[in-house]
């Protein structure tokens, strides 16, 4: 497949994007798919004739998020090992050791692979919203404003993913570095492909656009427990509202947003909707992924599962459940004095094998059906905590700190130097989140938009460099796939 000519390869992701919509295909052959045909034959004739179809749809756009080459693994995975918490032990090219190393070009896997599946995704959405539109008079109008909501929910998560990845953060420049392709219209042939990249801060604008739409169009909660953790409601947009505005450094925006789905006062919880809150355990979100703290996360099943070698289990347990990819860099956090051996997560997650420690918040073995954590309450409080201090409310800072560090080290007190001076606070709030949210894929997302250098690491015999962000190899490249066919890039 390496000898495939690239073009070919690339029209072979757009049918490819086009095969997974809920519609009715043209049939295809294996020639066909390694000789694609510029155009596309969809056929919506039937899609949107009964709500069950519709519905059909909607769970189909959570389904495609889910890919494994997606946030089923391997995006989490990359934002986890491009940062200094891992080291790579078995030098696998397939399964990320590039990126471990950031030593990417525009042909390695996963470039490529994330962003035909994110960008199937995008036009996935897009032609369903399409479809709702030209089929409105067939469906209740409160489910077509819920169905809209939840395709943009998905839509500004997509893009936030592919934006921290191949763009400068926002930070960097007030978003005007070059940003990705902005793809908006439901697209059923390769005629719309060349479009030019949209900058960094209009990318942000459509995503705050889709979340404020989101947020107005969800339902405030679901029948069940499982519904509301696997499908937005309007407490999941706020939550993404509240991190999306945390990349862009608008920080008194992050206290707006927070500040609907956190109590003003301990013990914090959302005031209406969906009552999130920290679970007692640690380990409860996890084990009972549909827990209140869980505010959105991915299913997995045995029949539905991220497929070989995408899932987090596989990468980051130990053997034998695992495969122990990635192991915990003891010069890491891990490492921090500030950790205590008596803290939950240590005691919860942290297990040895063959003198190396593994982190096991994903400890279900083969074929690996752990829930993905998109969104965690955790997550929302220590984001709320980092914009109270850099607007100056250094005690309300303090307070969803300590929630989030005391649930797990119920003794802890933090020493006040380290929490006595705003720039002080900041810093124990950021090293907070290597803690709580380690192996979740924060780390890389928290380097980026402080606008940090990527600290070089070693182990195993392998050497990753600290990585500048003025260095080209702090951002991702445009895929090959892209450039050769996207004459606007």
């Known amino acids: 497949m390496k000898n495939l000519n690239i073009k070919a390869r690339k029209l072979y992701l757009i049918k490819a994007a086009f095969l997974a919509l809920p519609f009715t295909f043209a049939a295809c052959d294996t020639d066909e798919l390694l000789n694609p045909v510029p155009e596309t034959s969809i056929s919506d004739k039937n899609a949107f004739d009964t709500p069950e179809r519709i519905q059909g749809q909607v769970n189909g756009l959570y389904r495609a998020i889910k890919d494994g080459q997606f946030y089923g693994g391997r995006l989490i995975v990359y934002n986890e090992i491009r940062g200094e918490e891992y080291i790579n032990r078995l030098t696998n090219g397939v399964t990320g050791l590039q990126t471990w190393q950031h030593n990417l070009n525009a042909g390695t896997n996963e470039v490529q692979n994330f962003w035909g599946a994110a960008y199937a995704s995008i036009n996935r959405i897009n032609v369903f919203l399409k479809g709702l539109d030209d089929n409105a008079a067939k469906i209740d109008p409160v489910l077509l404003a819920q169905y809209k909501a939840e395709a943009k929910f998905l839509r500004a998560l997509t893009y936030h993913s592919l934006i ?282 928290d380097i980026t938009r402080t606008v940090s250098a990527f600290p070089g690491k070693t182990g195993s015999g392998l050497t990753a460099p600290a990585v500048d962000p003025t260095s080209p190899e702090y951002v991702w490249p445009m895929p090959n796939s892209e450039i050769a066919t996207n004459k606007l890039l």
Request: charged fraction near 20%; charge should be neutral; aromatic fraction near 10%.
């Open 164 to 445: 921290t990845l191949y763009a400068k953060p926002f930070n960097a420049d007030n978003g005007a570095s070059p940003g990705v392709p902005l793809r908006l219209l439901a697209e059923t042939s390769s005629a719309n492909n060349d479009l030019a990249r949209s900058s960094v801060a209009k990318v942000y604008e459509q995503i705050l656009a889709d979340l404020n739409e989101a947020e107005a169009g969800l339902p405030a909660n679901y029948s069940t427990p499982l519904l509301n953790t696997t499908r937005a409601h309007k407490n999941t947009a706020v939550a993404l509202k509240a991190r999306i505005y945390l990349h862009m450094g608008n920080y008194a925006k992050v206290v707006e947003e927070s500040g609907k789905i956190v109590s003003d006062a301990a013990p914090f919880k959302a005031p209406s909707g969906v009552t999130h809150e920290l679970q007692p355990n640690v380990a409860a979100p996890f084990a009972t992924p549909t827990t209140t703290e869980s505010v959105f996360s991915l299913p997995m099943t045995e029949q539905d599962v991220p497929g070989t070698q995408n899932q987090l289990g596989y990468y980051f347990n130990a053997p034998p459940v695992g495969n122990g990819e990635y192991y915990l860099n003891p010069t890491g956090i891990i490492g921090d004095p500030d950790w205590r051996a008596e803290d939950a997560r240590r005691k919860s997650f942290v297990v040895t094998a063959g003198n190396l420690m593994y982190y096991k918040k994903f400890d279900k073995p083969a074929p690996y059906t752990d829930f993905v954590p998109v969104i965690r309450y955790a997550e929302v409080l220590l984001n709320y905590a980092e914009a109270a201090a850099r607007t100056g409310n250094l005690v309300k800072a303090v307070q969803l700190l300590n929630a989030v560090r005391t649930r797990s080290d119920a003794g802890y007190v933090f020493p006040a130097t380290a929490i006595a001076t705003q720039e002080a606070l900041i810093n124990t709030i950021l090293k907070e989140r290597r803690i709580e949210l380690l192996a979740e894929g924060f780390r890389s997302l």
